[in-house]
Each structure stands twice: as C-alpha cells, then as structure tokens.
C-alpha cells in the first residue's frame, strides 16, 4: 500500500528544434509598412536593427515545407517518450497545445479537424481507446496550462501519465510587412508527467491562473496584411506590442509572485525563474519586477535562462523547449538538481497569464 501525497512529475523530456536557421539579416529585403498601410520611411535594415536592439532576438528557427504543427508536435512526443522509456499505451492523456492548427507551406488556411492530439496518437500508433487525446488552444500560455490540466486529471486519480506537448509554426501566419514577424518562430517541445507518491512537495507544487478578457482580448488578433496590395484575404497574427509589454510587465510578476507564496515559499527557495520566451526586454524586466515585489534587488541573469536570441518566440514551444534543453543538460550555464525548486510564467493571446512552481524530485 502506497504512503505519502500523490505530486505530478515530470519524467520524461522532449524537443523538435527546426534545421532553418533564419538570422536577422533575411529580413533586410522586406518591406515594411505600418498598421495604417503606409511602408516605413526607416529602412529595412534600420528596423531589423532597432528590433534586434529591443527584443534580444538575433535569430529564429523555421520549419521546411514538407512539415506541419502536428509533424513536429509528434516529433517531440516522440523524443520525450523515448527519454522516458515508459510504454507509450499506458497514456492516459495526450494534450497539445497550439494556436492555429497545421497550416501548410502551401495553403495557410488553418486545418483543425481532426484535432492535432488525434493526429499525434495515430502517429505514435498508440492503440489504446483510453489514451483521450483532445487539443488546447490558449495562446501562448498553452502548455503550461495543459501541465496544470494534466495536474489535475492526475492529482484526482483519473489518471496516472500525460504526454503534454506544445507545438507552433508561427512562421506560417506571419506577415512579411509586419516587423512584429521578426518575432515569430517554429518549434516543439514535449514532457511526459506522471503519478509519484512523495511525502515531501516534489513535481507540480502550485499554479495560478487568470484571464483578463474585457480590455485585452484583442492585443492579439488575427486581421489582413500592413500592405493592402498584399495577402487578399488571407489573415494574419497581429498583435498590439506596446499594450501587451504594459500589461505583461503589470500582470505577469504579480502573477509570478501569488504562485510562489501559494506554494509557501519565497524567491530565495526558487533556483531559475523560466518565463516564456517573448521579447528578451520584456523578460528581463518581468524578472525585475518579481524580485522587487519580494523586497530584492536587481535579479541576476543566471536565475532565468534564455533561448529567445537563437529561437526566437515559438508561442507554446518555448517552455517545453526550455525545459527541454535544461533537463538534458543541452543549455551552457543552466543546469538543474533534484530538490531544487523552479517557476514556470507565461503570458499572451486572451490576454492570459499563468505560473506553475516545479520542484524536481
């Protein structure tokens, strides 16, 4: 008979890093606009410059067009049920994380049915009907927020093992004369999370969640290319940058903060604090503002690894690739003991915002 509390632990890790490596430089032969249609007087290599300069981003990874979201969603899934060793058909749950579907290469119109989780199981030929795959669309915060589902569905009882994946390709719903498109990336990262009995907090310690829908649903959106000679019909990601870097720097540390104290600890339990990876100034003032709501000074730069410079923001990716790259001892400079505890924070589209404190077993 089993003692102790039952924790939700991560025990297995997974990532798909696309080959393309797309720095900086390819945008100089874009031509930019603003929201109002007009192109830029600044030229295109001033504002692939000065976004650099803001966003820390030197480079980001693009898929090749023979792959789709749930290609290198199962990709991932793969990899971590691999560093897992478990048996694939003792899944209780596979939940993917996205925003837009599989868009091809050669016809962006979103493709969601049927789900990315359904066509993720067939692919891992998983043939257990009780292994329930659904999706979870909840802008960037979505696979942290599928962790916390997965949390409860194990902490109930109703189930023992997940396999949480996150999976974008942003590269496929961005417009070419939008310099917000510099941000975007592709990308996959993936944890299996399993049932452990412990009579000490290890795995999944507390989370928090909010949504504030009422003023921010629509700092990102979907709407037509800057340039009106190009795109058609066709939608693309928008986003209100200097509204959502307001409310992220007032939303996101609070959020941080109430997580950490529901847990019952304080920042000097914390070993690394890993936020989604969405502007690299953005990131480090929410780190900032973390450390100041505890009563600390500036934070160092050690606490929060990062991988925006080479990665650029794969939306839902970025965390499970995070993970990923630190669990495997991948990420120079960051590593990880068991016993150590972390937060996870993420931030966008609804506007939503989560925290999830994780003490490694």
């Known amino acids: 008979m089993r003692s102790g509390t039952v924790w939700t632990a991560i025990t297995g890790t997974g990532?798909?890093?696309?080959?393309?490596?797309?720095?900086?430089a390819h945008f100089f032969r874009h031509e930019f606009h603003g929201e109002d249609g007009v192109r830029l007087?600044?030229?295109?290599?001033?504002?692939?410059?000065?976004?650099?300069?803001?966003?820390?981003?030197?480079?980001?990874?693009?898929?090749?067009?023979?792959?789709?979201?749930?290609?290198?969603?199962?990709?991932?899934?793969?990899d971590a049920l691999d560093s897992s060793g478990i048996d694939r058909e003792s899944l209780d749950y596979i939940?993917?994380?996205?925003?837009?579907?599989?868009?091809?290469?050669?016809?962006?119109?979103?493709?969601?049915v049927p789900t990315l989780a359904a066509r993720v199981k067939q692919r891992l030929e998983i043939q257990n009907p009780g292994t329930v795959a659904y999706d979870l669309p909840f802008g960037c915060p979505g696979w942290l927020q599928a962790m916390i589902q997965a949390d409860y569905f194990i902490r109930s009882g109703d189930a023992k093992r997940a396999l949480v994946i996150g999976a974008e390709t942003l590269s496929r719903v961005c417009d070419p004369h939008d310099r917000d498109s510099m941000i975007y990336a592709?990308?996959?990262?993936?944890?299996?999370?399993?049932?452990?009995?412990?009579?000490?907090?290890?795995?999944?310690?507390?989370?928090?969640?909010?949504?504030?829908?009422?003023?921010?649903?629509?700092?990102l959106r979907m709407g037509p290319s800057y340039n009106p000679d190009f795109g058609g019909e066709e939608l693309f990601l928008k986003m209100q940058g200097h509204k959502l870097y307001e409310y992220a720097l007032r939303t996101v540390p609070r959020v941080v903060?109430?997580?950490?104290?529901?847990?019952?600890?304080?920042?000097?339990?914390?070993?690394?604090?890993?936020?989604h990876q969405a502007n690299g100034k953005m990131d480090r003032a929410i780190l900032d503002?973390?450390?100041k709501l505890f009563g600390n000074d500036r934070a160092s730069s050690?606490?929060?690894?990062?991988?925006?410079?080479?990665?650029?923001?794969s939306s839902v990716a970025t965390l499970p690739t995070l993970i990923d790259l630190i669990f495997?001892?991948?990420?120079?400079?960051?590593?990880?003991?068991g016993g150590e505890t972390i937060v996870l924070a993420s931030v966008g589209a609804g506007m939503n915002v989560n925290a999830v404190v994780y003490t490694l077993p």
């Open 186 to 219: 592709d990308g996959a990262g993936a944890c299996i999370v399993e049932a452990l009995n412990s009579d000490k907090p290890i795995g999944v310690v507390a989370h928090t969640t909010r949504s504030d829908t009422r003023e921010y649903a629509r700092l």
């Open 41 to 78: 007087e600044r030229s295109s290599a001033e504002t692939v410059a000065k976004f650099g300069a803001i966003t820390g981003i030197n480079a980001r990874r693009y898929v090749s067009d023979d792959l789709n979201t749930s290609d290198i969603a199962f990709l991932a899934g793969e």
């Open 257 to 275: 903060k109430d997580c950490i104290t529901k847990a019952g600890l304080t920042l000097r339990d914390i070993s690394k604090v890993l936020l």
């Open 328 to 337: 495997k001892g991948k990420l120079d400079g960051h590593r990880l003991m």
């Open 15 to 24: 990532s798909y890093i696309p080959e393309r490596d797309v720095p900086n």
């Open 95 to 112: 939940i993917v994380a996205h925003n837009f579907g599989d868009v091809s290469a050669d016809n962006r119109r979103t493709e969601l």
């Open 289 to 291: 503002r973390v450390y």
């Open 302 to 313: 050690s606490v929060m690894p990062m991988t925006i410079s080479w990665l650029g923001n």
